[in-house]
Antibody, heavy 121, light 107 residues
Framework: EVQLVESGGNLIQPGGSLRLSCAASGFAFGYNAMSWVRQAPGKGLEWVAIMTSNGQSRYYADSVRGRFIISRDNSESTLYLQMNSLRADDTAVYYC??????????????WGQGALVTVSS | EIVLTQTPATLSLSPGERATLSCRASQTVNGDLVWYQQKPGQAPRLLISGTSDRATGIPARFSGGGSGTDFTLTITSLEREDFAVYYCQQRSNWPLTFGGGTKVEMK
């Protein structure tokens, strides 16, 4: 059974930094592209960042490029999201998701339960 | 960027009724259209990919169709557990984009 468990969500002041983790199990983590998707309170879904299986390629939404960094440790089956220069509009539930489909033509086929990040003073 | 417009925003139906949800793309997505279901307080769940391929474990009452820029998700007979928000997503062009969602609520 595929399991994705996020951790690290918290209340953080504007301008601060936070790192989210996602522990994966139940599938061959090192052979799958992975992603972060967020959902602001009462809003829709927005993909944030994607990393290919070998870590060679990373993709970011315009809204977070230059501030967020996605990374992974295949030996630990863990995905990370380092979030810097946080703003109030980064407040959201952040989901870790396993990608399915073909390269660049991805869908999100399994999701974690989410980690809440609140940016507020 | 491809914009996906989902209609209606809210669909009020009773259990047993048929639900038809629409997703329209601002340009062709070549069949690379995906549907998700999200229940309150839960993560989204993949329902259908590639326009009409049901994900593992998804009941046959869910079906997807369409082509070009116009796609539909049909739930033939609503069960109580189907009342949720549904999102479409295109994976044809970069960046990946989601629609704004359709809420299926109980009348």
């Amino acid at each position: 059974e595929v399991q994705l468990v996020e951790s690290g969500g918290n209340l953080i002041q504007p301008g601060g930094s936070l790192r989210l983790s996602c522990a994966a199990s139940g599938f061959a983590f090192g052979y799958n592209a992975m992603s972060w998707v967020r959902q602001a309170p009462g809003k829709g879904l927005e993909w944030v960042a994607i990393m290919t299986s070998n870590g060679q390629s990373r993709y970011y939404a315009d809204s977070v490029r230059g501030r967020f960094i996605i990374s992974r440790d295949n030996s630990e089956s863990t995905l990370y999201l380092q979030m810097n220069s946080l703003r109030a509009d980064d407040t959201a539930v952040y989901y870790c998701a396993k990608l399915g489909g073909n390269y660049l033509h991805w869908n999100f086929d399994y999701w974690g339960q989410g980690a809440l990040v609140t940016v507020s003073s | 960027e491809i914009v996906l417009t989902q209609t209606p925003a809210t669909l009020s139906l009773s259990p047993g009724e048929r639900a038809t949800l629409s997703c329209r793309a601002s340009q062709t997505v070549n069949g690379d259209l995906v549907w998700y279901q999200q229940k309150p307080g839960q993560a989204p769940r993949l329902l259908i990919s590639g326009t009409s391929d049901r994900a593992t474990g998804i009941p046959a009452r869910f079906s997807g169709g369409g082509s070009g820029t116009d796609f539909t998700l049909t739930i033939t007979s609503l069960e109580r557990e189907d009342f949720a928000v549904y999102y479409c997503q295109q994976r044809s062009n970069w960046p990946l984009t989601f629609g704004g969602g359709t809420k299926v609520e109980m009348k």
